[in-house]
């Protein structure tokens, strides 16, 4: 049994509601539920900068920045050189997206860090939880079946084609790691540099390998 919300701290995020009744059903709902929360926005800190797609006032936005529908900027958030939104986004406050690096149809919570050259996809990034540089989310199979998670013993399908990771809070992602399809990370977990991570990894953490996890103390 996985325990989604145990991953994240709900106050950091207004995707409150979308989360409470969060499943592995739920992730292809993320675009249409963006679009709907935009539409909700106190428009004296949000502008509709083009049909849905909603930047805060504080947030900012490079030039050579992409930005698709739906999608939504929160506070204090920077999106540096090229960073390119596919749409289906919610970038909460305090966020960092960086150079090159791509989102689609997922959300990050506040304080969440993609600096540098990182893909995340179909994914939901927690409370000021870090992904190294090169560290992507990797949504899809390459038999393209559906996506499962490996717990323990379990074996859990999806029902997805297309599934990343749910990486928990305060999560660090060591720089050029590979996410593979249907990965969860507990709370404040760190993961080597390098790593090929799937299935679920506890939290409180280190993961040095598949057979190499340790405890923090």
Known sequence: MIEILKLFDLSHTRAQEFMRFFTFASVPRIGMFVAALGRSLNHDEFKEVCPNVWIHKDASIAKSAKLLAPCIIDAGSELRHCAFIRGGVLVGKNCVVGNSVELKNSILFDGAQVPHFNYVGDSILGYKAHLGAG???????????????????????????????????????????????????????????????????????????KNDIIEKC
């Open 135 to 209: 560290a992507i989310t990797s949504n899809i199979k390459s038999d393209k079946s559906n996506v499962t998670i490996q717990n323990g013993t379990e074996k859990i399908d999806t029902g997805l084609r297309k599934f990343g990771a749910l990486v928990g809070d305060n999560v660090e992602v060591g720089c050029n790691s590979v996410l593979n399809p249907g990965t969860i990370i507990g709370k404040n977990t760190s993961i080597y540099p390098l790593s090929s991570v799937r299935g679920v990894i506890p939290e409180n953490c280190i993961y040095k390998g």
